[in-house]
Nanobody, 121 residues
Framework: QVQLVESGGGLVQPGGSLRLSCVASGSIVSINAMGWYRQAPGKERELVARISSSMDWGNYADSVKGRFFISRDNAKNTVYLQMTSLKLEDTAVYYC??????????????WGQGTQVTVSS
C-alpha cells in the first residue's frame, strides 16, 4: 500500500507564491521520477513539472518555466513545487505523481488526492 499526500495549497493573490509538498509513504522499495500535474475546471490534467530520482533532470510545462521550481528530498520521500509569480491561470487542483517500486510491483504510477491552488485578487 502506497500513499501520496499533498499539502500547501490555498488562496493567493496574483504575483504571490506557494510551496506544495508531497510525501510518499507505505511499502516503498524505491521511487523513480516524481512530478506535479494540475487540472483546471473544464480542462484536461496536464504536466506541470517532473524530476528524476537522481535530480539530474527536470522538465517543466512552458507555461510555468522560470516561475515554478521542482525539487525533492529522497531521504524524506518528498517532492516539492515552489510556485512564484502566480497567475490567475495557475488556478487548478494540483496532483502529485510518482513512479514507485514496492515489494509487490516492479514499478507503478501513484497519485495523490490533489490540493487546490486558487489565484485570485
Amino acid at each position: 500500500q502506497v500513499q501520496l499526500v499533498e499539502s500547501g495549497g490555498g488562496l493567493v493573490q496574483p504575483g504571490g507564491s506557494l510551496r506544495l509538498s508531497c510525501v510518499a509513504s507505505g511499502s516503498i522499495v524505491s521511487i523513480n521520477a516524481m512530478g506535479w500535474y494540475r487540472q483546471a475546471p473544464g480542462k484536461e490534467r496536464e504536466l506541470v513539472a517532473r524530476i528524476s530520482s537522481s535530480m539530474d533532470w527536470g522538465n517543466y510545462a512552458d507555461s510555468v518555466k522560470g516561475r515554478f521550481f521542482i525539487s525533492r528530498d529522497n531521504a524524506k520521500n518528498t517532492v516539492y513545487l515552489q510556485m512564484t509569480s502566480l497567475k490567475l491561470e495557475d488556478t487548478a487542483v494540483y496532483y502529485c505523481n510518482a513512479a514507485i517500486r514496492t515489494i509487490a510491483t516492479i514499478s507503478a504510477d501513484y497519485w495523490g488526492q490533489g490540493t487546490q491552488v486558487t489565484v485570485s485578487s
